[in-house]
């Protein structure tokens, strides 16, 4: 007789998960390798990244776009022809858009069209991150809020969490729309969801974001908050700086000096 | 028992024959979608989530609305739901397969779904929704089994079913509820910010589930011997009646905090659904569709003597069925991201490609429910002969 | 039994047939042109020893990924006390970049398919 059609569709599907996490219990047979890890001596090293915007710099120049170029440059993002599939790292939004709360009738004339550069917030209690059904998304030791595209599965929850609309998702493959690639930084593929990642590869090598350097205004700058001696702190000990929707309590790093 | 599920006459072979070509169609449509991208869709970079996490949404409720039955029959010992809890939960089953379905399809890197389990994330709503779809799922499938394959034998169930049975009560709340979790968590999406979000899925799963159960068992009464009792047809439209007022009465709640407290943010949405917003008025035709419905519904459920009259009780719960699809699987989803994170009304509206692809998905799971209801059929109308 | 001569019959084509690769590639196939990949470069040494990258590229690659993108370490000291980057783009290919040489010859001869290259960007030929 045997096990009989049940028993045997039983065992199938026991078979299938255990298959599907074969992979993973096998590894406990693997030799660990050591892997001595090292900074180099101009890594900037940080514990809680975050950068002030100077908007009485930036709006000096009406049309300056040398900000987004750098980044999207940098790290070959790429430029859609249907604006419904755009990706963007650092862009410019008008202030009436960026700051609704703040916005009304009698806003000062000089700001409330102005655009002002937004990015990726990079929150102390990032609700994308709560979100993540995988942790592809994370927030490092560094405060930076991480995008690991090895392990994003394109749900887009992170998109979703985000109440600043900083994340993009690959609607299709990148690399046909990416004029010059840049061969240090990699591309991503379709499928998994982009942003700012506070340039932490340039912060390995010494140097400051792409958008930081590029600005010729100097109006974006970087630093660490919890380094007291820090220029993004002197800067916040001296002017007064907003947040984007700071009653959501998500902890916005990016701080903007109207 | 599966091997029921192949023996029929013409017009059985003939509508699974139809559900078969829609599959094949929808799956053409996918493999475009799998090797383009989600482009093909009506996605964009401010709405994210569309078509199909709406019908994801929808058929969670679905789902969770075989409970209705469950909790009567072994609850409270109505005896009139006995015939009609193997049709929730095989209803159910396919329920649940279209929403992993509808996940799958709408996921960009689909082959890395199993990182949801290698890294499991306790604080992520979407772990444990995967984990509460998936529990569902095996415990219908074991209810289902047990209890039709002891019918099959003319045996009363073995006594260990019942607490999972039991188990099944609180679970199916649970699965509608961690659904609405996804939403109503979220700092930035105003309109999925309320309390009432997981309490309205519910009230409009329970309408309409068990809707659809009344067709089915009308249904059933054409094309089979069997009856699934007008005394369980009755109290199932009870129930639709009930979770129906709940629903509209939740909504309504909804429409007040919003209007009454004249906060934009709040108001936003509901400017956008009824009257448009910016000019952008898409879904207002369907939203007032779907209001219009809902009061037919009401005055037609309301009204004893017209819902004891089993026709129009059928056009009731088409309404309520219809009512309810608008407003889960068309307004509730796309809205959340309407006002976008910067104030901007921008639309969406499914794609020719989108849409065949969930044709073709629902059509798995009319054929998984197709094929599940003709073995019970079949094992019924065999004990009752 | 019954019909011996057609299941002897039988069995003997399902085993010819289900053997076929090896006989074929035994008598005069491709089989034994095992890949060569050439190495081209002035660096005397990998990022470790030659043989346990033979076997372990792949597993030194996923715990390169995981130390940069999870634990932002980016850099390493390699047995041979040179400090490297772990980067696949910039480290591994910068000494190995004839890829369609090296890395394409053993994998397309396994038919392995390896979709780092849909991000990391391949060194141009």
Redesign the interface.
Known sequence: MGIG?RGFIKIAGLAALAG??GK?TGNIF?TE?I??????KE?LVGKRWAMVVDLRKCLQEKGCTKCMDACHKVHNVPAFD??????KWIWK?SF???F?EQEHEYTYENIKHSPIPVLCNHCDNP?CV???????T?K???G?V?M??????????C???????SR??????PRPFIKD?D???????????EKCNFC??RL?KGELPACVEACEEKALIFGDLEDPESKIRELLKSNFTIRR?PS???NPEIYYIV | MLERALIGGKKYWIWVFILLGLIFIGTLFYLRQFNTGLTITGLKRDITWGFYIAQFTFLVGVAASAVMMVLPYYLHNAKEFGKMTILGEFLAIPAVIMCMLFIFVDMGQPFRILNVFLYPTLHSMMFWDTVALGGYLLLNIVISQVTLGAEKKGIYPPKWIKPIIILSIPWAVSIHTVTAFLYAGLPGRSFWLTAVLAPRFLASAFASGPALLILFAFLIRKVSKLDPGKEAISKMGLIVTYAMVINVFLILMELFTAFYSNIPEHMHHFQYLFFGLDGKSTLVPWMWTSVILAIISLILLLTPSLRKNEKILGIACFTVFGSIWIDKGLGMVVTGFIPSPFGKVIEYWPTFPEFMISVGVYAIGALIVTGLYKIALSIREEFQT | MYDTGKIIGGLIIFLLLITFPVWYNAIGGKADMMPKPKIVTDAKQCVDDAAFMKTDHMNVLDQWRDLVVRDGLRFINAPDGKRYEMSLSNTCMSCHSNKSEFCDRCHNYLKVDPYCWDCHIEPKE
């Open positions: 059609r599907a996490f993973k693997a390798n892997i001595d890890t090292t900074q180099t890594s249907n604006p419904k599939d755009e990706i939004e009436e858009h960026t609704e609700p709560r979100v993540c059904p995988t942790q592809a994370f490092g030791k560094d930076i991480v690991d595209m090895h392990r994003c599965i394109g749900c887009r929850y998109v979703a969490a985000c109440p600043y609309g993009s998702f690959n609607w299709r493959d690639i061969p240090d930084f990699p591309t991503r593929m379709r499928g998994v969801v932490s590869e390995a929707k959501l309590g998500t």
